[in-house]
């Protein structure tokens, strides 16, 4: 307890950036000039490092095991309704936190360079900010309500900077997309938070409470029912906003945003949101095992899909897209086999590699002068030595090769689910063929954008560059994660989460390496030789229109569509009601007044509807009373 | 002494005005805008003492009834006088810019209407004068809706006045019924009164209750007048009438029907029956609003969507439920009334309602767009904005009162919210700039950007520490025990007092009825 410094510094850092810049951007609407970028992007720079120098100030000087917690004061007080704004900083906390700062602090200086001569450049760093603040909150938060704030809070960061260039619709109909998608989500969460108020008052939203009422054990069956409910619809918050299974389709369609906001909020930090409230909430999850095999079948199923859906795409950013719900997928397995701080583990090793290759793909996007079809790439090896190698580290750390950070992860994930159970061999092998699509997949990738031929047009060609340094160091300071984070990761966590017993971890690391090999192998033996052709339009065809649509079409067939036909019900039911009144309205001016007077005076009309109508009302009232 | 000078103030100026200058309009845009500000002065002054009451005084005696007259300003009808207080001033500064505008005649009746809403808040003792209130605040609205409304006012004039006029009607007679039962106007008795009557009166004036109440909010299927009224209203006025004239029909559903039926509902279970309706009607505006191409129509299926929220709450009988409730209706008040006004905005820009002929204001008027965006967005009740805490509230309500599946329903009602309101924010402010537009000139005037301040900073304060509202409710359980030891107390006084008055009026009536 050496730290003097409260913990809500933490966040407060981005809020203030946040409404700084928002500020400048409202000012300068109106001059023609625009803000010196320099300044304007060392203030955005400014505020997440501080925030990020706080983090490390504390997680350093904080005793392995200790908890600090924080109340600020009451919000929501009213009758059996206790919720206050509270921060809470234990490991786990930590963990996020440190990466989520970190990675946050690099992606701004590489959106310098990225946003570099945008009107909008401003207000995106302002946006940024505003999700950093959002983020710390939802980790930090020691209560169900708080987080939720951050995790609405993050969703609509995700809303403004998906539709940020919102000139064309198409932005921002993805944007609205994956704000609805993840409000559906959001009603679990408040289910889940209701269920839980059913059981212990609005005192066990607060995760100590929480973990101290679990530990002391459920009372009846009755309550049980209700802790399988909260469980359930906050798993199902959970697949919204780290887009599992069913609710997974605004994902690839939030790549719609600029890139160092996919690298950022859809792939490395809000994305695992949904990972960090499952191993918040372990305790919750490991007495419900129900929903814990649940989170499991459902983590499997979307990291196979996703996984077939990455070979088949056109779009750099859609594989990687599809690649990051294959790998939140690897997270949640690894809950659902009760390893949470494997699940950790792997959002920490993840968000360093995924935050990587998005870079890497954006300075890939930004040389090509915004062309994002694979298929007209290739041979930019030696035309960006640097991105290259970037690239091709954070490759062999995603497909695991031996030695690198997402190799030990994804390890001990397949190791536990191996471990898991008496069918847990079958989901050891499943995840494993998913490892291997993987590896096919990001090989595919990688030899079709940097080996063979370039297949784009003579005018890109020429103007092909290297991107700026503001945008290669912060790539640089990631790849140097990409391969450590393995090895840090040990010294960093001290969870209490249930340890299960170590099978042979050499036999399981050997496998692995194996697998990711034979795909590395298979992909560039195959894609060497064949190249899809582009066909003159970006869409998908056939198999992998189907297949990768397909939680489209569901959504459209059990949401949008009934939505349609009720729209269109309701509304004949409207004209029905309008009419009946316009009819009330005109029968009594028929009689009274014949047919003659039917356009003459309508108040007398109307005069005469309120006299019989208050007779027959007089008479109904006489006639039900007596 | 505060809460009658409320009640009077509004009146007083709206004579006031009468003397002012239609000529020179910026000196009577001054004297209005001082008569619509003090209202709202001394509404918050009366919010921070933490509310006032005045005894009762007797006004009049009728056929045995004795009519009483007295102020009551504590809890929902406190927030929600200061509500009509906060949108009034709002709406007159909205008006200043709007075209063809008549600034004296406009500034009397709105100080009318506010002054009658106001009254109507302030009844919650006497149904007397509340009856008076919530008939007379028709004639104000109707008046100014026929000065300044849009090219359908007169239809729409008459559709409105008659349909929540006649809606009312069955309230007046049962009102009126269970008074001579009475022999008071008082809601204490008026409670003790019905519980004797058999339970099919009972049965019978709830309906009657309910049906005034249910046009007001409105409720589906009594909703009819809502779109033409509305739309065809200038935008100020919708936005009072939306944000503060409608929840005199959630207050009387408080009131009138959860106070005096509160028992009959639930032991024959009929609150049911209400929720059920409501929680319909919410769904059926919500889906509605996703069509709607017509602004003003869009934000009032979305103001019935969430009033019919909140009337399906009352029914929870749950104190927390009740708290929740007012502070949503002063969030609504203040996005409902915010989005009003900012549209309104936008149709003096571009000369059309339709929501397809706006585009990319945020691209030629960020400022415009960045209060629209944070308004909107509030309006989908996230958290941090009042809204949040006011349907957290009532939803976890839902599950508290062993309705979870209701909940669900409220879950799906914010979901459609959440796409209407994106489908709004997406067609005003997003888009390609439209070719040979005149975009140049235009921009916020300094009386719309100021009074887009206190909608923004209230929506957060509140959201952020909503205990000012919450407290007024005070902890449930003190609240609770305290009104029912009041209450036993009263009882014990008013015991003897009630049968000597119930003989009264049965020989009274007796006699009537040997006259006849």
């Given at each position: 307890?050496?730290?003097?410094?409260p913990?809500?510094?933490?966040?407060?850092?981005?809020?203030?950036?946040?409404?700084?810049?928002?500020?400048?951007?409202?000012?300068?609407?109106?001059?023609?000039?625009?803000?010196?970028?320099?300044?304007?992007?060392?203030?955005?720079?400014?505020?997440?490092?501080?925030?990020?120098?706080?983090?490390?100030?504390?997680?350093?000087?904080?005793?392995?095991g200790?908890?600090?917690?924080?109340?600020?004061?009451?919000?929501?007080?009213?009758g059996?309704?206790?919720?206050?704004?509270?921060?809470?900083?234990?490991?786990?906390?930590?963990?996020?936190?440190?990466?989520?700062?970190?990675?946050?602090?690099?992606?701004?200086?590489?959106?310098?360079?990225?946003?570099?001569?945008?009107?909008?450049?401003?207000?995106?760093?302002s946006?940024?900010?505003?999700?950093?603040?959002?983020?710390?909150?939802?980790?930090?938060?020691?209560?169900?309500?708080?987080?939720?704030?951050?995790?609405?809070?993050?969703?609509?960061?995700?809303?403004?900077?998906?539709?940020?260039?919102?000139?064309?619709l198409?932005?921002?109909?993805?944007?609205?997309?994956?704000?609805?998608?993840?409000?559906?989500?959001?009603?679990?969460?408040?289910?889940?938070?209701?269920?839980?108020?059913?059981?212990?008052?609005?005192?066990?939203?607060?995760?100590?409470?929480?973990?101290?009422?679990?530990?002391?054990?459920?009372?009846?069956?009755?309550?049980?029912?209700?802790?399988?409910?909260?469980?359930?619809?906050?798993?199902?918050?959970?697949?919204?906003k780290?887009?599992?299974?069913?609710?997974?389709?605004?994902?690839?369609d939030?790549?719609?945003?600029?890139?160092?906001?996919?690298?950022?909020?859809?792939?490395?930090?809000?994305?695992?949101?949904?990972?960090?409230?499952?191993?918040?909430?372990?305790?919750?999850?490991?007495?419900?095992?129900?929903?814990?095999?649940?989170?499991?079948?459902?983590?499997?199923?979307?990291?196979?899909?996703?996984?077939?859906?990455?070979?088949?795409?056109?779009?750099?950013?859609?594989?990687?897209?599809?690649?990051?719900?294959?790998?939140?997928?690897?997270?949640?397995?690894?809950?659902?086999?009760?390893?949470?701080?494997?699940?950790?583990?792997?959002v920490f090793?993840?968000?360093?590699?995924?935050?990587?290759?998005?870079?890497?793909?954006g300075?890939?996007?930004?040389?090509?002068?915004?062309?994002?079809?694979i298929?007209?790439?290739?041979?930019?090896?030696?035309?960006?030595?640097?991105?290259?190698?970037?690239?091709?580290?954070?490759?062999?750390?995603?497909?695991?090769?031996?030695?690198?950070?997402?190799?030990?992860s994804k390890?001990?994930?397949?190791?536990?689910?191996?471990?898991?159970?008496?069918?847990?061999?079958?989901?050891?092998?499943?995840?494993?063929?998913?490892?291997?699509?993987?590896?096919?997949?990001?090989?595919r990738?990688?030899?079709?954008?940097?080996?063979?031929?370039?297949?784009?047009?003579?005018?890109?060609?020429?103007?092909?560059?290297?991107?700026?340094?503001?945008?290669?160091?912060p790539?640089?300071?990631?790849?140097?994660?990409?391969?450590?984070?393995?090895?840090?990761?040990?010294?960093?966590?001290?969870?209490?989460?249930?340890?299960?017993?170590?099978?042979?971890?050499?036999?399981?690391?050997?496998?692995?390496g194996?697998?990711?090999?034979?795909?590395?192998?298979?992909?560039?033996?195959?894609?060497?030789?064949?190249?899809?052709?582009?066909?003159?339009?970006?869409?998908?065809?056939?198999f992998?229109?189907?297949?990768?649509?397909?939680?489209?079409?569901?959504?459209?067939?059990?949401?949008?569509l009934?939505?349609?036909?009720?729209?269109?019900?309701?509304?004949?039911?409207?004209?029905?009601?309008?009419?009946?009144?316009?009819?009330?309205?005109?029968?009594?001016?028929?009689?009274?007044?014949?047919?003659?007077?039917?356009?003459?005076?309508?108040?007398?009309?109307?005069?005469?509807?309120?006299?019989i109508?208050?007779?027959?009302?007089?008479?109904?009232?006489?006639?039900?009373?007596? | 002494?505060?809460?009658?000078?409320?009640?009077?103030?509004?009146?007083?100026?709206?004579?006031?005005?009468?003397a002012?200058s239609?000529?020179?309009?910026?000196?009577?845009?001054?004297?209005?805008?001082?008569?619509?500000?003090?209202?709202?002065?001394?509404?918050?002054?009366?919010?921070?003492?933490?509310?006032q009451?005045t005894?009762?005084?007797?006004?009049?005696?009728?056929?045995?009834?004795?009519?009483?007259?007295?102020?009551?300003?504590?809890?929902?009808?406190?927030?929600?006088?200061?509500?009509?207080?906060?949108?009034?001033?709002?709406?007159?500064?909205?008006?200043?810019?709007?075209?063809?505008?008549?600034?004296?005649?406009?500034?009397?009746?709105?100080?009318?209407?506010?002054?009658?809403?106001?009254?109507?808040?302030?009844?919650?003792?006497?149904?007397?004068q509340?009856?008076?209130?919530?008939?007379?605040?028709?004639?104000?609205?109707?008046?100014?809706?026929?000065?300044?409304?849009?090219?359908?006012?007169?239809?729409?004039?008459?559709?409105?006045?008659?349909?929540?006029?006649?809606?009312?009607?069955?309230?007046?007679?049962?009102?009126?019924?269970?008074?001579?039962?009475?022999?008071?106007?008082?809601?204490?008795?008026?409670?003790?009164?019905?519980?004797?009557?058999?339970?099919?009166?009972?049965?019978s004036?709830?309906?009657?209750?309910s049906?005034?109440?249910?046009?007001?909010?409105?409720?589906?299927?009594?909703?009819?007048?809502?779109?033409?009224?509305?739309?065809?209203?200038?935008?100020?006025?919708?936005?009072?009438?939306?944000?503060?004239?409608?929840?005199?029909?959630?207050?009387?559903?408080?009131?009138w029907?959860?106070?005096?039926?509160?028992?009959?509902?639930?032991?024959?279970?009929?609150?049911?029956?209400?929720?059920v309706?409501?929680?319909?009607?919410?769904?059926?505006?919500?889906?509605?609003?996703?069509?709607?191409?017509?602004?003003?129509?869009?934000?009032?299926?979305?103001?019935?969507?969430?009033?019919?929220?909140?009337?399906?709450?009352?029914?929870?009988?749950?104190?927390?439920?009740?708290?929740?409730?007012?502070?949503?209706?002063?969030?609504?008040?203040?996005?409902?009334?915010?989005?009003?006004?900012?549209?309104?905005?936008?149709?003096?820009?571009?000369g059309?309602?339709?929501?397809?002929?706006?585009?990319?204001?945020?691209?030629?008027?960020?400022?415009?767009?960045?209060?629209?965006?944070?308004?909107?967005?509030?309006?989908?009740?996230?958290?941090?904005?009042?809204?949040?805490?006011?349907?957290?509230?009532?939803?976890q309500?839902?599950?508290?009162?062993?309705?979870?599946?209701?909940?669900l329903?409220?879950?799906?009602?914010?979901?459609?919210?959440?796409?209407?309101?994106?489908?709004?924010?997406?067609?005003?402010?997003?888009?390609?700039?439209p070719?040979?537009?005149?975009?140049?000139?235009?921009?916020?005037?300094?009386s719309?950007?100021?009074?887009?301040?206190?909608?923004?900073?209230?929506?957060?304060?509140?959201?952020?520490?909503?205990?000012?509202?919450?407290?007024?409710?005070?902890?449930?359980?003190?609240?609770?025990?305290?009104?029912?030891?009041?209450?036993?107390?009263?009882?014990?006084?008013?015991?003897?007092?009630?049968?000597?008055?119930?003989?009264?009026?049965?020989?009274?009536?007796?006699?009537?009825?040997?006259?006849?």
């Amino acid at each position: 307890m050496t730290t003097q410094i409260p913990l809500w510094i933490i966040p407060f850092f981005p809020l203030l950036g946040a409404i700084t810049l928002g500020a400048i951007a409202l000012v300068r609407v109106k001059s023609e000039q625009a803000a010196p970028e320099a300044y304007i992007g060392a203030l955005a720079v400014l505020f997440p490092l501080c925030s990020f120098i706080a983090t490390v100030i504390f997680a350093s000087g904080m005793p392995r095991g200790a908890i600090y917690a924080e109340t600020l004061g009451n919000w929501i007080s009213i009758g059996y309704i206790q919720v206050s704004f509270g921060f809470l900083f234990d490991s786990l906390t930590k963990i996020m936190l440190l990466f989520v700062t970190g990675i946050t602090t690099l992606i701004v200086v590489y959106s310098l360079g990225y946003m570099k001569g945008d009107p909008g450049y401003t207000r995106f760093l302002s946006y940024l900010n505003l999700f950093l603040f959002s983020m710390i909150i939802l980790v930090l938060a020691d209560s169900l309500p708080l987080t939720f704030l951050g995790w609405e809070g993050v969703g609509l960061c995700s809303y403004l900077l998906i539709g940020f260039w919102n000139k064309d619709l198409l932005n921002c109909a993805a944007a609205n997309k994956a704000f609805l998608v993840n409000r559906i989500g959001d009603v679990g969460f408040l289910l889940g938070m209701f269920a839980l108020i059913i059981i212990g008052g609005s005192t066990i939203l607060n995760y100590e409470n929480l973990n101290q009422a679990l530990k002391g054990g459920i009372d009846s069956t009755v309550s049980y029912g209700w802790l399988v409910i909260a469980a359930f619809f906050l798993f199902f918050a959970c697949t919204g906003k780290s887009a599992q299974i069913p609710l997974l389709t605004w994902l690839p369609d939030a790549m719609a945003g600029p890139t160092p906001v996919s690298a950022l909020i859809h792939a490395a930090t809000m994305v695992t949101a949904g990972v960090y409230l499952v191993a918040r909430l372990s305790l919750l999850f490991v007495f419900t095992p129900e929903i814990l095999f649940f989170v499991l079948l459902v983590a499997l199923a979307t990291a196979l899909w996703a996984a077939i859906a990455g070979l088949v795409q056109h779009d750099i950013k859609k594989v990687l897209a599809y690649s990051t719900v294959s790998q939140l997928g690897f997270m949640f397995m690894a809950a659902g086999a009760g390893a949470f701080d494997v699940a950790i583990f792997h959002v920490f090793t993840h968000a360093f590699t995924k935050a990587a290759l998005f870079l890497a793909a954006g300075s890939v996007i930004h040389a090509l002068g915004g062309e994002q079809d694979i298929r007209k790439m290739g041979g930019l090896a030696s035309k960006l030595p640097s991105t290259f190698s970037i690239m091709l580290v954070a490759w062999a750390s995603l497909i695991g090769l031996p030695g690198l950070s997402c190799f030990w992860s994804k390890d001990l994930i397949l190791e536990r689910l191996f471990g898991h159970g008496s069918i847990g061999p079958l989901f050891y092998g499943i995840a494993l063929f998913t490892a291997l699509l993987t590896a096919v997949y990001m090989t595919r990738l990688l030899v079709l954008v940097f080996l063979g031929k370039f297949r784009g047009d003579a005018h890109t060609a020429e103007h092909i560059h290297e991107s700026p340094l503001v945008m290669q160091i912060p790539m640089w300071i990631l790849v140097a994660g990409c391969i450590f984070a393995g090895y840090i990761w040990p010294g960093l966590p001290d969870f209490d989460f249930a340890e299960e017993g170590h099978y042979s971890a050499l036999v399981f690391g050997i496998v692995g390496g194996l697998v990711a090999l034979l795909g590395l192998g298979g992909a560039v033996f195959y894609f060497r030789k064949k190249i899809p052709k582009y066909t003159g339009h970006s869409e998908l065809v056939g198999f992998a229109k189907v297949w990768t649509f397909a939680f489209d079409s569901l959504h459209f067939a059990i949401g949008i569509l009934p939505m349609h036909v009720a729209m269109f019900i309701l509304n004949l039911v409207n004209r029905f009601l309008r009419i009946t009144m316009m009819v009330m309205g005109a029968v009594p001016m028929i009689c009274a007044e014949g047919l003659r007077t039917m356009q003459a005076n309508k108040l007398r009309m109307q005069l005469s509807l309120s006299v019989i109508c208050s007779v027959v009302f007089i008479y109904l009232l006489v006639f039900f009373i007596r | 002494m505060l809460i009658s000078l409320l009640l009077i103030l509004p009146f007083v100026f709206s004579c006031l005005m009468l003397a002012a200058s239609s000529r020179d309009v910026n000196s009577s845009f001054r004297i209005g805008l001082f008569c619509t500000a003090v209202p709202f002065v001394l509404a918050t002054a009366l919010v921070m003492l933490g509310g006032q009451q005045t005894p009762s005084y007797a006004w009049f005696s009728i056929l045995g009834i004795d009519v009483e007259f007295s102020l009551y300003g504590y809890g929902l009808s406190l927030w929600m006088a200061w509500l009509a207080t906060l949108l009034s001033l709002l709406a007159y500064a909205y008006f200043k810019g709007m075209p063809g505008f008549e600034i004296k005649k406009f500034t009397i009746g709105l100080l009318v209407l506010e002054g009658t809403i106001i009254g109507a808040f302030l009844s919650a003792q006497n149904i007397v004068q509340f009856l008076f209130f919530f008939e007379a605040m028709v004639l104000p609205a109707a008046i100014l809706m026929a000065l300044h409304g849009g090219l359908k006012r007169r239809r729409a004039v008459i559709v409105f006045t008659l349909y929540t006029l006649i809606g009312s009607v069955p309230l007046l007679f049962g009102a009126w019924y269970l008074m001579i039962k009475a022999g008071s106007d008082n809601i204490n008795i008026l409670t003790e009164t019905l519980r004797v009557l058999p339970i099919s009166t009972q049965l019978s004036l709830l309906l009657a209750f309910s049906l005034a109440f249910a046009v007001k909010t409105p409720i589906f299927p009594f909703h009819s007048w809502q779109g033409i009224t509305y739309s065809e209203a200038p935008y100020p006025l919708s936005a009072v009438l939306s944000g503060a004239m409608a929840k005199v029909g959630v207050f009387g559903f408080a009131v009138w029907i959860i106070q005096i039926f509160g028992s009959i509902l639930q032991t024959s279970h009929y609150d049911i029956y209400f929720i059920v309706l409501a929680l319909l009607s919410m769904l059926y505006s919500a889906i509605l609003a996703l069509r709607q191409t017509n602004v003003k129509k869009l934000l009032a299926f979305s103001s019935m969507s969430h009033l019919s929220l909140a009337v399906a709450g009352l029914f929870c009988f749950n104190d927390v439920v009740n708290a929740g409730i007012a502070v949503m209706l002063v969030g609504h008040g203040l996005t409902a009334g915010g989005l009003f006004f900012l549209s309104g905005i936008v149709q003096k820009w571009t000369g059309s309602t339709n929501i397809k002929q706006y585009s990319a204001f945020v691209s030629t008027n960020p400022i415009y767009a960045a209060i629209f965006g944070f308004v909107g967005i509030a309006a989908v009740s996230v958290p941090c904005t009042v809204g949040f805490v006011g349907e957290f509230l009532i939803l976890q309500g839902f599950f508290y009162s062993s309705f979870p599946f209701f909940a669900l329903i409220g879950g799906v009602g914010i979901i459609c919210s959440a796409a209407y309101m994106l489908r709004l924010i997406k067609n005003v402010l997003f888009g390609p700039i439209p070719e040979n537009s005149r975009r140049a000139g235009i921009s916020l005037s300094f009386s719309e950007g100021a009074a887009a301040i206190p909608i923004i900073a209230f929506i957060l304060y509140f959201g952020l520490h909503p205990a000012p509202i919450l407290n007024s409710f005070g902890p449930p359980q003190d609240s609770a025990n305290n009104t029912f030891i009041e209450q036993e107390e009263q009882e014990f006084e008013e015991e003897e007092d009630f049968e000597r008055m119930g003989e009264h009026n049965a020989q009274e009536l007796e006699e009537a009825g040997d006259d006849n």
